[in-house]
């Protein structure tokens, strides 16, 4: 049994930019996450098994909603306030964790569209594409999802979600080299949604009122990678010291969603700094 606990406290100040009609502004919340993670096996159970419970408290608002106006939060935590049990789900693998699957209340950023790389900025597109929208902080909902791993280099998974009120389908495929001991991850991924979706147009019907257009369905595609391309010590297969390389791309129907077309790339070294004993 393990528990985890933790207090973010993040301050940012505006200077200059944003909406136009706010001036110079300093703004900041404070993020309480408690977590529950129970090992099957270490409880002497069976194999393969774990529960996981996340409870999480938010006070405050950081500047996106009211003095930027950026179509993402700038800083990924920065939603509305909460007070909730955000995520409740048990999780089983089979075979050597060949096969994984994980039942209830999930993030499904955690499994789907998700880059290593990407969730150390503090730009929320390279956590998560605005042209995939997963149910994911600070709404995670229930969910089933299912991965196959046949071998290191190969992962196929799909994920059934309960998305304001209709279902929510993604599958993602996964291959994982290794090129000259540098590792990499590259995935590509669709999602469909059954929610349905009323659109403002342009037309104009005989009354002179703009026309709003209904859609029972939505869809995406998106691929994305993180590659190695240079490593501090090329001779230990599991250190991970050096220059990433990562980009993102999403595609949707325009006539649904209001961004088409995203994408995303980013550098990210680790450990430049020599270790002072």
């Known amino acids: 049994v393990t528990v985890g606990s933790s207090l973010l406290y993040s301050p940012f100040y505006k200077t200059n930019g944003g909406m ?11 993020l309480y996450n408690l977590d529950l993670t129970i090992d099957t096996e270490k409880m002497g159970l069976w194999k393969g098994g774990t529960f996981y419970s996340l409870y999480q408290r938010k006070r405050g608002m950081g500047l996106s909603e009211e003095y930027m106006g950026d179509y993402q939060v700038l800083d990924g935590w920065d939603f509305r306030e909460m007070n909730q049990l955000s995520e409740v789900w048990y999780q089983q693998t089979f075979f050597v964790e060949k096969i994984r699957l994980n039942l209830g209340k999930q993030d499904a950023n955690s499994d789907f569209c998700a880059l290593k790389s990407g ?16 149910p994911t902080y600070p709404d995670p909902t229930f969910g089933f999802m299912a991965e196959i791993s046949p071998n290191k280099l190969l992962s196929l998974r799909n994920g059934i979600y309960h998305k304001n009120g209709a279902l929510f389908n993604i599958s993602e495929v996964e291959i994982s080299p290794v090129i000259k001991k540098k590792p990499g991850r590259y995935l590509i991924g669709a999602w469909a949604s ?6 403002d147009t342009e037309d104009v019907d005989s009354n002179g009122e703009y026309v709003t257009r209904s859609y029972d369905r939505n869809f995406g595609f998106y691929t994305a990678f993180e590659q190695m391309i240079y490593k501090e010590k090329k001779d230990e297969i599991n250190d991970n010291q050096g220059l990433n390389f990562f980009g993102q791309f999403g595609l949707v129907p325009s006539a649904r969603n209001d961004i088409d077309k995203y994408f995303g790339l980013g550098l990210k070294y680790k450990g430049p700094i020599t270790k002072i004993d």
């Open 119 to 134: 969730f150390d900025f503090i730009n929320t597109s390279f956590s998560i594409m605005p042209t995939v929208p997963i």
């Open 20 to 30: 136009i009609d706010k001036t110079r502004r300093g703004a900041g919340y404070t």
């Open 194 to 199: 059954g929610e349905k979706i009323d659109v």
